[in-house]
């Protein structure tokens, strides 16, 4: 039984058709890369998997329940968590209350408890900043939990956003381009993050990519999307060899 | 773990009994006769600022919606507290707390399909209920239309007047502090990352127009029960942009500033009562000053906490 089974999904902007008959498969505990030029449709599938659009026609099952236009709020609530492309942190508030706000879906007390401060209200608190803090330890961004969030290194921000995420406690996890901007080195970091948070939360991962040594190097399955349409899948090395995507894409990258 | 405990309650006992030490003194210079009626009137209006401007706060400040139809529900506050106690009979409770539900299901009403706009458009769409409360108050016959009604019962008394402002001071206070404050503030930072995070962003929209329009009709009703008289035209936009006046003065998203701008603007007002002519002006003039110098507002987003006094208090800066 797949965690997540995409099929015909279809969304036009206008004239435009971004996403056409998008097949996909997510199994439990896999991760999985969607590449393409730009433009080729990639952040508009997360859109529509995370309900930021509504599809024109196709279903999304995800844990034997269709979520094809659910609002984004109640799929967060199913158990997926995604991060932006252009970073789209909570800027004016710290590193701590980022992570917090991903909590709130599971709060324990009332608006009422809040107001009157009860015992139920503190008892709740504590545990929402135990949790939180133990995602921020994660990301080794403890040290930084008071610091305003737009401060913060582009790199770290990166990180928080995960972290933040993953506070969600997810059971899928959507990374839209999280090597964007960064350094070799730092992408190799990154890697092996996405590797060891996969294996630790037991999590399923969709990635967004441009850096192909990440793609390659932790994908187990990929997809290629050209035009809004899948123009192949398989193993990284079915990809790498694949006419349609070298042509399509990958053109320089392979010789 | 005790001592924390200790020193916890030492400090809530504290404060308490600052509140209650300036509660007493006010209220022994009213009852000894040290206070004249001008220097009452602009305590009262400085408490019903207060509560106007800290719950429009909530709104726009915290939430970030822009709301322009906060003399709006005070109108309605206004209007449902004095048809209880003066045509119907009810004490004065009783009157309020009918202010506050009429409000508030006002707020729900309007905020429901306007909440969907955002910036301009819901500016305009608030700015506009706020108008048709009032031009439709002006046609009811049974409070008088456009004239309002006069005679209300001085019911409004300091232990009223201090007791509404700081619950309204400590709702929102508490709200803000809590996971649902945070809930709303990260409408304000992201909607659609709130959203995505397990936020119903909508949901939270509407509690905090509800429970900022529940405390503007509070605050009308003590209005009302004061002053004598409540007409339509008291409550047109211009009073509602008096509020957010108050509210950016401020600092959008800080309650210890939109109290300070509360006070300041009724002072300001008060002392300058005898020249008309120059008070636009001036008033103007410092709002513009503020806006160059200070576009963040008096305040910004911070607020003066027992954290802050205390890092003050033992130097640390």
Known sequence: MSLMEIKNLNKSFGGLSAVIDFDFRLEQNELVGLIGPNGAGKTTVFNLITGVYKPDSGIIVFNNKNIAGLPPYVICSLGIARTFQNIRLFNNLTVLDNVKIAAHKDVSYGLFSSILRTPAFFKGEKQIEADALKYLEIFKLDTKRHEIAKNLPYGEQRRLEIARALATKPT????????AGMNPQETKGLMNLIEWIRRDFNLSILLIEHDMSLVMGVCERIYVLDYGQIIAEGLPEEIRNNKDVIEAYLGEEVE | MQPILKSKLTRFVGEVLVLVALFTLVQYVITAGLLDQYYQINLTSMCINIILAVSLNLINGFTGQLSLGHAGFMAIGAYASVIMTQMMNQSFVVGILVACAAASIAGFIIGVPTLRLKGDYL???????????????????????????????????????????????????????????????????????????????????????????????????????????????TFSFLKSFDILVMVVLGGLGSTTGAIIAAMFVTMLTAALQSLPAIRMILYAVILIVVMIYRPQGLMGNKELSRQTLDRIWSGRK
């Not at chain 2, 706020?130 to 456009?146: K, S, Y």
């Not at chain 2, 619950?167 to 709130?194: K, Q």
């Open chain 1, 172 to 179: 899928m996890l959507i990374l839209d381009e999280p090597a």
């Open chain 2, 123 to 233: 500016a305009i769409a608030t700015l506009a209920f706020g108008e048709i409360i009032r031009v439709v108050l002006q046609n009811i016959d049974a409070v008088n239309g456009p004239a309002g009604i006069v005679g209300i019962p001085k019911l409004t008394t300091w232990p009223w007047l201090f007791g509404a402002t700081i619950i309204t001071i400590l709702v929102v206070v508490n709200l803000i502090n809590s996971s649902y404050g945070r809930a709303i503030v990260s409408i304000r930072e992201d909607e659609i990352a709130s959203e995505l995070m397990g936020i119903n962003t909508t949901k939270y929209k509407v509690l905090a127009f509800v429970i900022g329009a529940m405390f503007a009709g509070l605050a009308g009703a003590l209005y009302a029960h004061y002053f004598y008289i409540i007409k339509p035209g």
